[in-house]
């Protein structure tokens, strides 16, 4: 049985995509095939978003950033974008693609009084973590 592809979107796809797109393949790899992109790429995976997946058993060291033009193409199933700015400027892709919103705050930005950065990315990779195995879970249940 073909894999569905997911596409999860965000702006500069340095951060909460690539924390989505390594939670989702961990929690679901038998069910997806799991890309991430953004509509501006930084050029680069934020360093804390690779530590805060490591600590929970996840390697996204090797990601990288790109644009999701490369993606228009490539049969992509669902788009899930993971910032409001991204949600805004999601493309129409080809075919009948599903779409999903779940917003989360852009870590480097998001630090509370008292709270460090790094804890700051752990605070959002848990709230991403979550959602993703939730979205696994409830796929997994409904037979896809």
Known sequence: MKKAKVLILCTGNSCRSHMAEGILRHAADDLFEVFSAGSKPAGYVHPLAIEALKEIGIDISDHTSKHL????????????????????????????????????????????????????????????????????????????
């Open 69 to 144: 033009d490369q993606y228009m193409e490539s049969g992509i199933d669902t788009v899930i974008t993971v910032c409001g700015n991204a949600n805004d400027a999601c493309p129409v892709f080809p075919g009948k693609v599903v779409r999903h919103h779940y917003g989360f705050e852009d870590p480097p930005k998001a630090a509370r009084p008292g709270e460090s950065e790094i804890d700051a990315f752990r605070r959002i990779r848990d709230e991403i973590k979550r959602v993703f195995e939730a979205y696994a879970d409830g796929y997994r249940d409904c037979g896809g």
